[in-house]
């Protein structure tokens, strides 16, 4: 097409007629940092689905629902306005709050259970049971998917409706997670 140009993603774009390239107006696409902590978050869900003890399954979920949050973190950038404050140690849930208050009900719920994945980690007998590795798998399947609309809606893409809150449907099943990790 005579008098365009290819501008960002391959799109055409009409030169205006000072010669200067038009802005490009296309949203700005999903980083590839943010697209392979999404696909890791994916690799181990379906690691979580067939791992057999529920120490390993909680241990693989918790460790989904951090790659999820990376990939907002890495989407949106961190909060913090000076150097020193992000020198600070702080986890990737304290931030997530921050980054993407939206995201804050889930931020809560996964920082409650990172107690508990610690001990399941070190293998404490009884720290986990089946139901709550099963819990935690479904509810970080379900901020997987959360996590794909938000940026997706970032970035200006078309996108589909879903849970805004953990638990199917909603928090916990419609209910807030309580500070232990566990549904009300």
């Given amino acids: 097409m005579r008098g365009s140009r290819r501008v960002g993603r391959g799109q055409p774009s009409r030169r205006p007629a000072g010669g200067c390239p038009a802005p490009d107006t296309h949203p700005p696409a999903v980083s590839t940092a943010a697209l392979s902590q999404l696909a890791q978050a994916h690799r181990a869900l379906a690691e979580a689905a067939v791992l057999?003890?529920?120490?390993?399954?909680?241990?693989?979920?918790?460790?989904?629902?951090?790659?999820?949050?990376?990939?907002?973190l890495a989407a949106r950038g961190r909060p913090e306005a000076s150097?020193?404050?992000?020198?600070?140690?702080?986890s990737a849930w304290d931030i997530l709050r921050e980054a993407a208050p939206e995201l804050a009900?889930?931020?809560?719920?996964?920082?409650?259970?990172?107690?508990?994945?610690?001990?399941?980690e070190a293998g404490v007998h009884g720290s986990v049971s089946g139901a709550h590795a099963d819990e935690l798998l479904r509810t970080a399947q379900e901020f997987r998917l959360l996590v794909e609309r938000t940026l997706i809606?970032?970035?200006?893409?078309?996108?589909?409706?879903?849970?805004?809150?953990?638990?199917?449907?909603?928090?916990?099943?419609?209910?807030?997670?309580?500070?232990?990790?566990?549904r009300q």
């Fill in 105 to 120: 009900e889930w931020s809560a719920y996964f920082a409650s259970g990172a107690s508990r994945r610690a001990l399941a």
């Fill in 83 to 90: 150097e020193r404050a992000r020198r600070r140690i702080r």
């Fill in 52 to 72: 057999r003890t529920p120490h390993e399954r909680y241990v693989a979920a918790h460790r989904a629902a951090l790659h999820a949050a990376a990939a907002v």
């Fill in 153 to 182: 809606i970032d970035s200006g893409l078309p996108h589909r409706r879903g849970p805004t809150r953990p638990g199917r449907g909603g928090p916990a099943g419609g209910r807030r997670p309580s500070a232990s990790g566990g």
